[in-house]
């Protein structure tokens, strides 16, 4: 705990009673802010869950994925594959905004998908392999899940750095802010008690003197 007292503060009647407001408000704001921390560590486990999740998802289907694709691989050969893939327009876009978790802006990437038409345009159903367009369809579905788990590893990494700044705000309400506006009450309280004491002493020096002289 911090034994040191505040700058600039002068000992008056008034600094006390502005310092006592404002170790009022401190203590508010500390116990707020706990409340703030610890809901949200709650969240931050809660998505820390989810990312366990869709990491398994996203295994999985760029596993179906690569499994498909070696299939289409045999059927129609590499170079065939090799040709159609970079006859392929993008089908998918990525649209980036921001969404509010327990006061944090968060990352929201949103997939927008093309037409199909746009897909079947680019290369001839008839000289390829359904196995092909089944490997199309799982990486799209594997590119999916991969922006969802970049948008839930960028709000846990989001949430994970207010916590930490939350953490620091409570902690330097705690052991330093706090302490400090009690220490320099009780320093006031002294010194006007002190003060209150001298003048007590000088009135009845006065009262002694002018009795002794009446």
Known sequence: MSSELLPGIHPTRMELLILKRRKNLAEKGHDLLKEKRDALIMEFFDILEDIRKLRGDVNNALKEAYDALAVAKMIMGPLKVEEVATSVPPILELDVSTRNVMGVRVPLLRVEEKSESALISSYGFTDTSAKLDEAVEKFRNALKAI????????????????IEKTKRRVNALKYIIIPRITNTIQFIELHLEEREREDLFRMKRIKSILAAKA
């Not at 948008?151 to 750095?161: C, D, I, P, Q, Y």
């Open 147 to 162: 922006i969802r788990l970049a948008e839930t590893e960028a709000a846990v990494k989001r949430l994970a750095e207010e």
